[in-house]
């Protein structure tokens, strides 16, 4: 099932970074780290309005936050009474109506971007079996009609090179995804293990650098944890990750009871930092892809936002309920009904909070005016030597009737 959902999708990618890969090699450019950027942010362009709508969903987040933890502390010595769980629901269920969205919008969006994701994830793993020109560099060395695969032997002689033993040489595109990992060092083993294709070996390898590598940095090549300047390239993802994230958070203030609050912490610092102990350890071009992926992701963020805060939050509400009104119409439901709950359900909120407020003034005031009567007793010694007329003796004949009344 999902090799099913996402080949056919990484099949399309592969399609458009190939077709990049030969414009850019028109120019002179032929390069995987330049063709990675470049895809990555036609992709991200190309994704901008699912972008938007999660953007849009995260602010109007953040601004219902307030009222959703009014109804979550509404209701929260009540977790066990069915009824009251109900009545939660449709309460926060109208909030969202009278801002316009749905409560599953954001995971919709989510959902519709993660096949996208996890095949752009695929194609970058194994760019060659995408890219033609670079294919063709690996086939020219292993070609069944004249390369290594028509040796006797040759895929025991592969495994001498790769100690896995369960590797599939014969297997075109197996051979091609392991050998587009090789080292120095494994390139120079398969020249002595193959002696009379050492030339073909050397010129197609020569080729194959040239286009997977940037500034010293092979694209195909696990950074690993040596002192090189490929380790820049897992540290880079990190931090842009973390920025990425931090950004994408913005004001939105989390209840510190919900859950979530805690989880989402925990993802804005394990996220970045499981980016770079898996970069470290998978092809440079998937932390380039990572890197690039995290900086557009950033930019497009922060636009997105100020275009949003610019039109203000009214607009975007009342768009929102347009639009929604409109669907209903589609389905013969008058848009007025939602609009009714939703403002009646926030006044019970607000009006629920007011009453409240009042109670505990009230309580307070009374409190204060007891103890204010208290101290005056204790002063006079209970009203006794009060002077006629002062507030005392008024204080004493309260206490005294009080003390009547209780006989």
């Known amino acids: 099932m999902y090799n099913a959902i996402i080949n056919p999708i990484a099949a399309v990618l592969g399609y458009i970074l190939d077709f990049l890969f030969q414009g850019l090699n028109a120019i002179g450019l032929g390069n995987t780290f330049v063709a990675i950027i470049i895809f990555t942010l ?17 602010k109007l987040q953040s601004i219902m936050q307030p009222e959703i933890q009014a109804i979550n502390a509404k209701y929260k010595d009540k977790r066990g009474d069915q009824n009251a769980m109900m009545k939660m629901q449709e309460e926060t269920k109208a909030v969202y109506a009278r801002y316009g969205v749905s409560q599953m919008g954001g995971c919709v969006q989510l959902l519709i971007q993660m096949p996208i994701l996890m095949a752009l994830y695929r194609v970058f793993q194994y760019i060659p079996m995408y890219v033609g020109q670079l294919k063709d560099l690996f ?13 006797d032997g040759y895929a025991d002689k592969m495994n001498q090179i790769v100690s896995t033993s369960n590797i599939d040489w014969n297997n075109v595109n197996t051979a091609i995804q392991q050998m587009n990992s090789f080292t120095t060092d494994q390139w120079n083993q398969l020249k002595d293990l193959f002696p009379a294709f050492a030339d073909t070996i050397t010129n197609n390898h020569s080729a194959i650098t040239n286009i997977n590598t940037f500034c010293g940095i092979n694209m195909s090549q696990n950074p690993g944890f040596g002192f090189t300047i490929a380790v820049l390239i897992p540290i880079l993802a990190g931090i842009t990750q973390f920025i990425s994230v931090k950004v994408m958070q913005g004001k939105q203030q989390m209840d510190p009871d919900n859950p979530a ?19 470290f350890s998978v092809p440079a071009g998937l932390g380039v892809y990572w890197s690039a992926t995290a900086v557009f992701q950033t930019i497009i963020q922060i636009v997105i936002n100020r275009y949003y805060d610019k039109i203000g939050v009214d607009a975007i509400v009342a768009k929102n309920v347009e ?8 389905k013969g439901l008058p848009p007025e009904k939602i609009a009714k709950n939703a403002t009646t359900s926030t006044k019970s909120i607000n009006a ?24 005056i007793k204790e002063t006079t010694n209970y009203y006794k030597s009060a002077k006629p007329g002062s507030l005392a003796e008024k204080a004493g004949m309260v206490s005294k009737f009080n003390d009547k009344s209780k006989k």
Do not use: C
């Not at 609050?261 to 970069?279: D, Q």
């Not at 639009?323 to 589609?330: D, E, L, Q, S």
């Not at 629920?352 to 101290?375: G, H, I, P, Y």
């Open 42 to 58: 036609i992709v991200k362009l190309l994704m901008l309005p699912l972008t938007a709508k999660q953007q849009k969903m995260s």
């Open 139 to 151: 086939m020219n060395i292993l070609s069944t009609n004249g390369g290594i695969m028509s040796v």
């Open 261 to 279: 609050a805690a989880s989402m912490k925990m993802m804005t610092l394990v996220m970045p930092l499981m980016s770079v102990f898996i970069g």
């Open 323 to 330: 639009k929604r009104a409109k669907k209903r119409a589609k």
């Open 352 to 375: 629920a909070d007011k009453n409240q407020q009042r109670m505990d003034s009230l309580t307070k005031m009374k409190e204060d005016n007891l103890k204010k009567v208290q101290e």
